[in-house]
């Protein structure tokens, strides 16, 4: 019965999240009739996850205080010892790698969908990539997966396998294979980095770090060679391996990051 519970309860909170967005998608696109409105969110496409990421918190709320869920159940306590900085740099990393990798002329010929997701969330005005991309954006997936996804599953699973199923859930909300494995991927490595720094702050600051850096990197790459392109994704790679396993080395609770650790290594 709890089994059933956990994942009817995970299922619900997918389906929330993939109507509302849907939905306002669907609104702003078809039913505004203004044309220079139309116009303008056409030019930028992130007021729909703006809009969406309200609307969805602002219905998580209650549901989480009828389930009788706190926020601490969701991570958000303080991050303790050098867990935040490792998070950050985690972040960091990663926003480099993915600016980098998707910009490699065989990864935008072969998978041109990657490239455009990227372009897709460092895209608009900027006004509209901090609010969207950067606040609302990475606090409503972290919310979402590393938070509500991430304590319900934990209540059975181990953090492993806890860590692996909220990437492929968020992989699936993309309903496009090539995206949604790349997606996967990050979520892995933001799932990794909660399960560390013990706290969702350390995820939330990772996310924010990422997206942060990956608008920077992409205002100056246009000229890149695909040389440099290519040593930057090796050395952002590695730079990612070796903050996580400092995280898991000295981030927060004992119990999680040792079973992520020791999983990793066996």
């Not at 991309?133 to 209540?155: A, I, K, P, Y």
């Amino acid at each position: 019965m709890i089994g059933l519970r956990i994942a009817g309860n995970s299922v619900l909170y997918l389906v929330i999240y993939a109507a509302i967005v849907m939905l306002v998608n669907q609104a702003l696109y078809n039913w505004v009739s203004d044309p220079g409105l139309k116009d303008w969110i056409g030019d930028n496409p992130g007021i729909v996850m703006i809009v969406s990421n309200i609307i969805v918190l602002a219905v998580y709320l209650p549901l989480l205080h009828w389930q009788k869920i706190m926020l601490k159940d969701l991570g958000f306590v303080p991050v303790r010892g050098g867990a935040l900085l490792l998070s950050a740099g985690t972040g960091v990393w990663l926003g480099l790698f993915i600016a980098a990798f998707t910009r490699l002329p065989w990864i935008k010929a072969t998978f041109p969908a990657i490239s455009d997701l990227v372009a897709f969330v460092a895209g608009g005005s900027l006004i509209i990539f901090v609010l969207g991309s950067l606040l609302l954006g990475s606090m409503l997936e972290e919310w979402l997966f590393r938070g509500m996804l991430f304590h319900m599953l934990t209540q059975r699973l181990s953090v492993l396998w806890t860590v692996l199923i909220q990437a492929i859930l968020f992989g699936a909300v993309f309903m496009n294979v090539t995206v949604g494995a790349f997606a996967a991927l990050g979520a892995i490595i933001y799932g990794v980095v909660r399960a560390g720094s013990d706290s969702l702050w350390g995820s939330i600051g990772a996310h924010v770090c990422s997206t942060g850096t990956l608008y920077i990197v992409l205002q100056w790459a246009g000229e890149w060679q695909t040389g440099t392109l290519g040593l930057l994704a090796l050395t952002s790679g590695l730079g990612i391996a070796v903050h996580l396993l400092l995280l898991l080395r000295v981030g927060g609770g004992r119990t999680e990051k040792e079973q992520v650790r020791d999983s990793i290594i066996r």
